[in-house]
């Protein structure tokens, strides 16, 4: 209804623009008062109109859209010690920093399902075994040196070497990395692998800064600390305390990111605890955080400044028996008691304050929609009790259940193992009760969480050991349940062995038609599900807290932590309008 009086309003500041400076002096000699204020009115009538015509184009014909500029601060537990994608996966730390300043060859989006990155695309060829990527024209290092393949090429062989001692040799061992021509390579493995995608998100190196760096350097390099890599944003500046620990980190955007990202400034603070993290928050030193306990989310609840993101992660919780170091462990009606005597849903309720999941079986959130097992062993005290009580396990004068094996009186007590992670301790407590109930003894062994690894895991040490294992989205549980990875570094906790469940192991992680995948994951669920090498907990809630005035962090699922920031270059604190 205002596009005539606008037209006609236009259409006269358009006449009153093309008067020169003499005529409007003659106009002015020659007016009287009345036609003077008529003529003063036409005018302030032009310039409101001229205004509201900027308003209008302003607010009706624009939009707000993400702009370059301002600043976002976060919090982390620990500390950096190598900034190299070919070392980080070994701490959580330098996992966050090489995601922010190093880029693969595909990357993850929102969502969590696999995009191109520094490759413009990649195909799939013969039969699932050859993985072919393109790289983006027009790439170069801050030296102005073009990327090739021949980094990506180099980056693959290093992780390859046992010299350099990568975390993630494993994962590309029988893996052939061939140049086609200066902007394409192929991948060839021995076998299908049906997740191998996921190893081509790993960071790549400059061949021309990294290739004399010997084995025993390798740690001690200067590049460990002064990255270059092609990621969203570069390091700008490094702040240490007097003894010489850092404190903080300060980046800019990665002007060679085939994006550019919109946060001005990027700050990651280090602290020694989760604490410490919190405080600093509250005092407003950072922007956002990863919460460790659902505690922290009802502290700051009441806040109107922070948004929260409950953000899918495939990892969940257990309790893994090591059967070679307790004997009443041995027994497979033992575990099934056990098994039934844990009241899950009060974990949910009372610890995690609803923040998570029952976890049913060895597969947690994941892209292929693999389901619970068949078998389930809901809460049941009185059926537990039966269970033992049928299995000759009898309460003695000490209140403890006891069973003649091997001519030998073995009592049913044996000791659980868990780090010192609040979270984690209060859980043991309650799983601790709840065995105590049922007749067993169960003894806690609270190890720091900076040592469990070194103590604990690897060697494996423990007789029970609630834990947390991590998946990926698209998941392949050979590390964590096939025989063979039974010893460090293997992931095999509960030192699982059956043939029959190996063979679909095997099978499931080379097979490219989905339904057959599904159905062989669930036939060897099933069988561990049977013979009970662990009890399944719980899956939380991985909860992101961050400022409400950074935008743009549309996040839903990760593999890890620290792909959070695999999509920070979309993240924006500054706006802009722009035509619609």
Same mark, same amino acid.
């Given at each position: ?24 002096? =003659? ?22 109109? *001229? ?17 370059? *500029? ?77 990327? %090739? ?46 997740? !191998? ?24 390099? $200067? ?57 600093? =928050? ?34 969940? !919780? ?13 027994? %497979? ?128 040490? =423990? ?39 190996? *063979? ?5 992680? $080379? ?32 909860? =992101? ?36």
């Amino acid at each position: 209804m205002f596009k005539p009086l606008i037209k006609k309003i236009a259409i006269r500041i358009k006449f009153l623009r093309s008067l020169s400076v003499n005529h409007w002096r =003659y106009l002015f000699r020659n007016l009287n008062l009345k036609e003077l204020n008529i003529i003063l009115v036409s005018l302030g009538l032009a310039a409101t109109a *001229g205004l509201f015509l900027s308003v209008y184009d302003y607010w009706a014909l624009r939009t707000p859209a993400p702009a370059e *500029g301002g600043s976002y601060a976060e919090g982390l537990v620990g500390e950096p010690r190598y900034l190299n994608p070919v070392l980080a996966s070994a701490n959580e730390v330098d996992r966050d920093l090489t995601t922010l300043i190093f880029s693969g060859l595909v990357k993850h989006d929102e969502s969590g399902r696999i995009i191109p990155d520094l490759a413009e695309r990649y195909e799939i060829k013969g039969n699932g075994k050859t993985y072919e990527f393109t790289l983006r024209s027009g790439l170069s290092w801050p030296d102005k040196t073009p990327f %090739t393949p021949d980094d990506v090429i180099f980056t693959i062989n290093l992780i390859k070497d046992p010299k350099f001692q990568s975390p993630l040799r494993n994962s590309w061992q029988g893996v052939k990395v061939e140049k086609i021509d200066n902007r394409r390579l192929a991948m060839k493995l021995p076998v299908e692998y049906e997740p !191998f995608l996921e190893n081509a998100a790993v960071g790549i190196l400059p061949q021309h800064l990294w290739a004399n760096i010997q084995p025993q350097n390798f740690l001690l390099t $200067q590049l460990n600390l002064k990255p270059v890599g092609l990621g969203q944003y570069q390091l700008a500046k490094i702040t240490k305390n007097a003894s010489g620990s850092v404190r903080s980190m300060e980046f800019s955007p990665n002007p060679r990111y085939h994006e550019k990202a919109n946060i001005a400034r990027l700050t990651l603070r280090f602290y020694d605890n989760q604490e410490s993290v919190l405080g600093a =928050y509250k005092r407003r030193e950072i922007d956002g955080f990863s919460l460790s306990s659902p505690l922290e989310k009802e502290e700051l609840a009441r806040s109107r400044s922070v948004k929260f993101y409950d953000i899918k992660l495939p990892r969940y !919780f257990a309790v893994f028996f090591n059967q070679t170091a307790s004997e009443s462990l041995k027994e %497979t009606e033992v575990r099934r008691a056990l098994a039934h005597a844990v009241d899950r849903a009060s974990i949910i309720e009372e610890i995690l304050k609803g923040e998570g999941e029952i976890q049913n079986g060895p597969f947690s959130f994941n892209l292929l929609d693999i389901g619970d097992p068949e078998t389930i062993y809901e809460f049941n005290v009185e059926k537990a009790r039966n269970i033992l009580e049928k299995d000759d396990w009898k309460i003695g004068d000490d209140g403890l259940r006891q069973k003649k094996i091997k001519g030998k009186n073995i009592k049913l007590e044996f000791v659980l193992t868990t780090t010192d992670w609040p979270e984690l301790t209060r859980v043991a407590a309650s799983v601790q009760k709840n065995w105590e109930d049922i007749g067993v003894k169960v003894n806690l062994d609270i190890v720091p969480v900076n040592a469990v690894q070194t103590q604990t895991i690897r060697p494996r040490q =423990y007789e029970a050991l609630l834990f947390g294992e991590v998946l990926g989205l698209n998941p392949d549980p050979f590390s964590f349940w096939h025989s063979t990875q039974r010893k460090d570094p293997g992931l095999n906790l509960a030192l699982y062995n059956n043939k029959k469940a190996d *063979g679909l192991l095997e099978s499931a992680r $080379q097979e490219s038609n989905l339904p057959t995948r599904i159905k062989e994951y669930g036939q060897f669920q099933e069988i561990l599900m049977k013979e009970i090498p662990a009890v399944f907990l719980y899956s939380p809630n991985y909860t =992101y807290a961050v400022s409400k005035k950074v935008k743009g962090v549309a996040v839903t699922a990760i593999n890890t932590p620290s792909q959070r920031f695999e999509n920070i270059n979309k993240w924006h604190i500054a706006t802009k309008r722009v035509k619609k």
